[in-house]
């Protein structure tokens, strides 16, 4: 049930962005700001070595803690988070580096602040630069993506999912609050978990999630990566776009 993921999904014991970051790099070097507001530590930008390469990483930060978590607005990245992560596709740009984005988030912040300080322009501003990235990017869910504060992150080559994951275009509560009354699984009305995105071709692999997690994501990620790099990047830039294309234009 969609209920009991939820509750996976959102413990203080859920795998972080940070976790993996640690796990997965070396010599990694974090940016800081976003060279016009200041800094926003809901999300991580940086880059490091995985698997003698240096590639970018981008992590959403939720948090462990209380104190964390309201640190982190709980996950939900600021216009200042979004450019910081545009400042670090730049450099991924300029020096060939892969883009690896690690996503858990109920959504970009949607606070008065948030708008007043361009919150639907940066959110754009980041899609259009994943999308026309000259190198791979992969983007993975760790937790819940929602919104288009998710899809900024994930407008990439290949989308990883744990298994317990969601990706939406709302939370699960806000499409309730929709649906009202029906008594449906919700699933049933918006495909969001990674098997059902898995099965419409918008999720690329969904990883089990055990002890060995970690572990499955290097070896997904070093899997997909040897063969997205073989692509030029006008392929690159093409397959981004048929990828969701299909979704709402499915051929015959």
Request: hydrophobic share 45%; glycine share 8%.
């Amino acid at each position: 049930m969609l209920k009991d993921q939820l509750k996976q999904i959102r413990s203080s014991k859920r795998l972080s962005a940070a976790t993996v970051i640690t796990a997965l790099t070396t010599d990694f070097f974090a940016l800081h700001g976003d060279g016009y507001q200041g800094d926003d530590p809901a999300v991580t930008v940086g880059f490091g070595r995985f698997m003698r390469q240096t590639v970018l990483m981008i992590g959403v930060n939720r948090g462990a803690t209380i104190q964390q978590r309201l640190a982190y607005h709980f996950g939900a990245v600021s216009p200042a988070g979004y450019r910081k992560v545009n400042r670090g596709l730049k450099q991924a740009a300029k020096f060939h580096w892969p883009v690896i984005s690690l996503i858990n988030m109920p959504g970009a912040a949607a606070d008065v602040a948030a708008e007043r300080t361009g919150q639907s322009q940066a959110i754009a501003a980041t899609i259009r630069q994943m999308g026309q990235l000259p190198v791979p990017n992969i983007a993975v869910f760790l937790g819940e993506g929602q919104s288009g504060g998710a899809l900024a992150l994930a407008n990439c080559n290949r989308i990883l999912m744990l298994g317990n994951s969601l990706y939406s275009v709302a939370s699960p509560e806000a499409v309730q609050a929709i649906l009202k009354n029906r008594r449906q699984e919700l699933t049933a009305y918006l495909p969001m978990t990674a098997p059902q995105l898995l099965k419409l071709g918008l999720a690329d692999q969904v990883i089990t999630e055990d002890q060995h997690t970690v572990q499955r994501l290097q070896r997904a990620l070093t899997t997909q990566l040897t063969e997205l790099q073989t692509w030029s990047p006008a392929k690159l830039k093409q397959q981004r776009q048929a990828k969701y294309l299909a979704l709402v234009a499915p051929s015959d």
